[in-house]
């Protein structure tokens, strides 16, 4: 409004010694005094802010059923360390990405595009259900299927089961590549009956899991494997509404010397447009630039695109959700208010079932099913113990072990009870020093035992409000 070069005021800011980008608000009374500088009066408006609620991320119009369009897959690779994860990542990677664009080279933005039959399939860079659980923590879905990478030298494997609990706990289809093929001591055959004892019954065998045989050294069957993907995501009817403001979730973001701010957005609805305004978590600007995968620069994102924007005033966290606003004011006054309460709101977010607060949950009605993660000792108690605590359900709440194994409780453990509002249950384990304090930061209720009747006493106790407190 004053008219002047805003390098000018970020030189005036500087010798203030307040270090500010562009992009960034500075406070009131700075503004005033360097207006004042200038020569201008300021006059403060008051803002009618009470209708902006810091939560309405969505600022969400519902969409038409007919407004929908079909968009393309979201893929996240699991399966045990060492399976080939990431060779296989790689394999998908080099031989569909078309090599006339940019050089066919992939930019490390986060996530990935690859064609298929003139079909589009977008790849999570960072392989594993570690990285898919965490995004689920904190709030953001965004995998439509999971690739379960098995060897064929190697088997169902521990972290191959905790791959397919996660999956499971968070309804995303699985597709099973079973990898190594071309190694001399591959048993295809044998994988495919382990999975068989974890609930996955292949198609061949008459059950509705899809497997494919590939080689990522060798750079076979990939093609199946990405028309499988197709074929699946074809059944979820994948759709969204292009014509709207975006909304998306950040993948990755950080910040870059000569950029600042960079993030990585998943469009999930709507498209994102070069000079939208937007917010992400605390985070406020308008959108400066934005990188496709191959590093070429675009002016439009529809959903299922990954982009790299530029133009926000602080680095988001992964998982925040970015949206659109038409209205700067508003999009300047939710950043404001959040700025004040966003921690109060995280915290708030956080709060987990714990097994003091089950009878009143289910009194409330808010809780219908208890999630469990059980650890034990030995394979025998972990069986027993399920057993033993599943029949606990009754009519009005449903107990579940989501995922039992052996071994004391870890990170991943904790991170997938936040992530699916579970407690841990310890069965003569303990947690390790990571998983402890990730449990306090994410409020997970971890309880540990040495008799198996002691765990179903509790249980039982707290189903009816009379679970005696901890100290
Ligand atoms: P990740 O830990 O699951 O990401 O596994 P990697 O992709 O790092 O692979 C682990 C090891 O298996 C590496 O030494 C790879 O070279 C090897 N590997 C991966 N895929 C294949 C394959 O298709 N055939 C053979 N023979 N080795 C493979």
Redesign the pocket.
Known sequence: KMNINSSDIIKKLMSRGIMVTINQQIDYDNAVQIAEEYGFLVDKKEEDDENINILDEEDDEKDNEEELLPRPPVVTVM?????????????IRKTKVSQHEAGGITQHIGASVVEINNKKIIFLDT??HEAFTAMRARGASVTDIAIL?V?A?DGVMPQTIEAINHAKAANVPIIVAI?????PNANPDRVKQELTEHGLVPEDWGGDTICVN?????KTGIDTLLEMVLLVAEMQELKANPNRNAKGVIIEAQLDKTKGPVATVLVQKGTLKTGDVIIAGSAFGKVRAMFDDKGKKIKKATPSTPVEVLGLSDVPEAGDVLVALQDEKKARLIVEKRKEKYREYKIKQKQKISLDELFNQIKEGNIKELNIILKADLQGSVEAIQQSIEQLSNDEVRIKVIHGAVGAITETDVMFAAASNAIIIGFNVRPDSKAKSLAEKEKVDIRLYRIIYDAIDDIKAAMKGMLEPEF
């Open positions: 399966g045990h360390v060492d399976h080939g994860k990431t060779s296989l990542l790689d394999a392989p594993g990478v060897a030298d990898n190594k093929i071309d190694k590939v080689s990522a050294h060798l």
